[in-house]
C-alpha cells in the first residue's frame, strides 16, 4: 500500500482498519502524522464550540485598520502539529449585498459581508493574524488597504470576524489569504468569495495550504 493509498482509508474513518493499512503505518512516519492529525481533527469537530466574545469583531478589526501595508513574507514555514489541530477556520456565512453605480461606465460595486470563525480548541494569547486581499477586493469604507495585520488572544472556542469584503470592476470574486501565527508556527487559509449579479448565494469555500 503506498501513501496516497493510506490516506484515502485513513479519511474514510473506519471503526477498525485493515491489516495492509496498519502494516504501512508502522512502516511510514508521514502517514502516521497524518493519522494522528485527522484523529484530532475530528474530535475537535465533535466538541460544541461556545459564541465568540462581546465586541471581540470591533476590538480586532479597530487594531488591523489602520495598520500600514504589510510586505509578504518570502516562504512560509510549516505549521506544527499541535498548533495545526488546535485552530480551525471556517466560513460561516455569505450573503451579498448588491448596491448599484451611478457612474456612467459599466462597472459592478457591492459589498459582501464574509463572516469567519476561528476555532481553537484552546486559548492562543497574543496570535498574529493576517488577512491579504487581491487589489480588485477591499474592505468597505477602506478602498486601497489590501494587507491588514493585527495581535488578538484568541479564546478557546470560537472568535468569529465578519469582513465586509468590496468588489470594484469588472471581475466577480476573488480570494482572501487568511494566515494565523503563534508562537512561531503558521496556519495558511485560502477562502474563494464569489459574487453573483443574480443575487443568488454566494460560495466560499476554504482551501488550506
Not at 495598520?67 to 510549516?78: D, F, K, N, W
Not at 476561528?118 to 477602506?142: F, M
Not at 468569529?160 to 469588472?170: D, E, H, I, S
Request: proline share 7%; hydrophobic share 40%.
Amino acid at each position: 500500500m503506498n501513501c496516497n493509498r493510506a490516506k484515502q482509508e485513513l479519511e474514510l474513518m473506519r471503526e477498525q482498519n485493515g491489516g495492509s493499512l496498519l502494516h504501512h503505518l508502522r512502516q511510514c512516519a508521514s502517514c502516521r502524522d497524518y493519522a494522528e492529525e485527522l484523529r484530532v481533527v475530528r474530535l475537535l469537530r465533535s466538541m460544541p464550540a461556545p459564541e465568540p466574545s462581546e465586541g471581540f469583531e470591533h476590538r480586532v478589526l479597530r487594531s488591523a485598520l489602520p495598520q500600514s501595508r504589510v510586505e509578504p513574507q518570502a516562504r512560509l514555514r510549516g505549521w506544527q502539529l499541535a498548533t495545526a489541530a488546535s485552530l480551525l477556520l471556517a466560513v460561516m456565512m455569505a450573503v451579498p449585498r448588491w448596491q448599484s453605480s451611478q457612474s456612467a461606465a459599466p462597472q459592478i460595486v457591492s459589498t459582501l459581508p464574509v463572516s469567519v470563525s476561528l476555532d481553537s480548541a484552546r486559548p492562543l494569547e497574543g496570535a498574529v493574524i493576517r488577512v491579504s486581499l487581491p487589489s480588485h477586493l477591499a474592505l468597505d469604507g477602506y478602498p486601497g488597504v489590501q494587507d491588514l495585520e493585527w495581535q488578538a488572544n484568541l479564546n478557546a472556542g470560537a472568535n468569529r470576524l465578519t469582513l465586509p469584503v468590496r468588489l470594484q470592476g469588472a471581475e466577480s470574486g476573488g480570494e482572501i489569504l487568511i494566515e494565523v501565527e503563534h508562537e512561531g508556527a503558521r496556519k495558511t487559509f485560502r477562502v474563494p468569495v464569489q459574487f453573483r449579479p443574480s443575487g443568488g448565494a454566494a460560495t466560499a469555500p476554504i482551501q488550506k495550504t
